[in-house]
Nanobody
Framework: QKQLVESGGGLVQPGGSMRLSCVAS????????MGWFRQAPGKEREGVSC???????HYGDAVKGRFTISRDNARNTVYLQMNSLKVEDTGVYYC???????????????????WGPGTQVTVSS
């Protein structure tokens, strides 16, 4: 059974940085495209970033140039480095396995994805 557990969330000031981690168990990350989604209160869920099995990456327009996704297959872990954080980056961040990783974030989710429980990121002064 695929399980994903996110960590690294918390409170950070605007302009600060934070790194999220997602550890997978019950399966090997190597062959899966992985993604990060987020959902802010009162807003729709949106794709943040994805990385395919060959380490190719895509980003949502709102985070391009500020966030970096990476994977460490040996540790079965995916990371999301978030820099220059803004108040509007606040939300629950979810790690997702088996996404359709391409340049269109609205297509990343599909019926075969597996989701972690999420970690709260709050950007506030």
């Amino acid at each position: 059974q695929k399980q994903l557990v996110e960590s690294g969330g918390g409170l950070v000031q605007p302009g600060g940085s934070m790194r999220l981690s997602c550890v997978a168990s019950g399966f090997t990350l190597d062959y899966y495209a992985m993604g990060w989604f987020r959902q802010a209160p009162g807003k729709e869920r949106e794709g943040v970033s994805c990385i395919n099995s060959r380490a190719g990456t895509h980003y949502g327009d709102a985070v391009k140039g500020r966030f970096t996704i990476s994977r460490d297959n040996a540790r079965n872990t995916v990371y999301l480095q978030m820099n220059s954080l803004k108040v509007e980056d606040t939300g629950v961040y979810y790690c997702v396995a088996n996404v359709e990783c391409n340049s269109h974030p609205y297509t990343w989710n599909n019926p075969d994805t597996s989701w972690g429980p999420g970690t709260q990121v709050t950007v506030s002064s």
